[in-house]
């Protein structure tokens, strides 16, 4: 991989970082190698790092890792939709006319269907020609022609997608898939379950910004994951400026979230996006105009138990805006969430509570009542 496109990568994908660091070594282990041990690797066009703090497996941590950037290129050559040999590319082709695909495929596509309709729609993966178009990552991104996005638009709407089984068929034969917005969870999710079944204790893994924990620090003491202050060195400004109670663009991070086993997913506007004529124009679209999300966030952090369910959520509250989006997460059981408006105001569930020393924790009584 070209050096520049990494480094592109790295300076926009780092939502979160792990503030806590642990020894160098771990008794127990079966192995000789020194822990944590972390490696990094470039799949979903996004960085991926894997760090393994403590197992009792008998396979080697290298080995796991690399086990596991193999199971995430698996899992591109499925969702990608730039492959033209991956399944989504496959359905998207396929038009009316259907296509079996692989059932993990069709599983996370019934996954997503189902976050559309608690969304009421403000999720869609039907978003396919819309995301194409915006090519918000690419070299030289523009805003597309008004028509275009009106007539792309026509064709986005969850309820094109058919599912019977392991068939996935469209019913616009103009719609087109892009599951970008809930596949790394998925994935992120699939990842643990492998590295459990190897005997891994406490781990960290990092897709492109998506962070899944394995256990935490030790027994008794939980990771620390700061969320990244969306004003931090970047083009974006709050709007409100010089009131205590709002963060300041020097502040990298405006939390610090004590988890253990939990996902942390971050949406915002500051992930991925481009600037023209002082305007802003980020990767999370508005399904009902095909431009981007524009409301008062600008960011939401989901803290919850599956990161595909993370990753659908944040996007979702992101695009449902402050009032709607803390109501459905206030509603969800064992998810939490942090709002910070583009003001720099940061709001928090139900079920989350600042320590004296400004770390946030989950109350889980508070969380398990919800309804």
């Known amino acids: 991989m070209k050096k520049d496109k990494l480094k592109k990568y790295l300076k926009s994908f780092v939502i979160f970082t792990l503030v806590a660091s642990l020894s ?29 703090y403590e197992y009792a497996g008998e396979s080697e941590a290298q080995d796991i890792i ?8 698996h899992y591109d050559k499925m969702f990608s939709t730039t ?14 006319k259907g296509c079996k695909v692989n059932h993990v495929v069709s599983d ?14 403000a999720f869609d993966v039907t978003i396919g020609e819309l995301s194409d178009m915006w090519n918000v990552t690419g070299d030289n991104p523009t805003v597309p022609d ?33 599951l970008g917005s809930i596949v790394k969870g998925f994935v992120a999710d699939k990842l643990k379950s492998y590295m459990i079944s190897e005997g891994v204790k406490s781990g960290i893994i990092d897709l492109g910004g998506n962070i899944l924990t394995i256990g935490g620090k030790s027994d008794d003491e939980p990771f620390v994951i700061g969320i990244k202050n969306p004003f931090y060195n970047n083009d974006i400004t709050p709007t ?17 979230l004590d988890v253990s086993d939990k996902s942390v997913v971050t949406s915002g506007i500051y992930e991925r996006y481009f600037k023209k004529d002082d305007k802003i124009y980020h990767h999370i679209l508005d399904t009902s105009t095909g431009y981007p999300v524009d409301n008062d966030l600008a960011s939401v952090t989901i803290i919850s138990n599956s990161s595909e369910a993370g990753d659908a959520l944040s996007t979702t509250a992101f695009i449902m805006g ?17 709002f910070v408006t583009k003001g720099g105001k940061i709001h928090m569930s139900k079920g989350l509570e600042q320590t004296e020393d400004g770390d946030v924790i989950i109350e889980t009584t508070t969380s398990s009542e919800k309804e």
């Open 108 to 121: 996370v596509i019934k996954d997503s269907i189902k976050y559309s309709k608690k969304s009421k729609g």
């Open 24 to 52: 160098v070594s771990i008794s127990g282990c079966s192995k000789k190698e020194e822990f944590p041990l972390s490696l990094t690797n470039f799949c979903f066009d996004t960085t991926i790092t894997i760090t393994i």
């Open 146 to 178: 008004d028509k275009k996005i009106k007539e792309a638009i026509k064709h986005v709407g969850y309820k094109n997608i058919k599912c019977e089984d392991e068939k996935v068929t469209l019913k616009d034969g103009e719609t087109r898939l892009d």
């Open 240 to 256: 409100v400026n010089g009131n205590e109670d709002y963060i300041k663009n020097n502040d990298e991070y405006c939390l610090k």
């Open 322 to 338: 402050l009032k709607d989006g803390m109501n459905l997460i206030n509603k969800t059981q064992k998810t939490e969430a942090v």
């Open 66 to 73: 690399n086990e596991c950037f193999g199971l995430c290129n």
């Open 83 to 96: 492959k033209k040999d991956s399944d989504i590319s496959k359905i998207n082709q396929s038009k009316t």
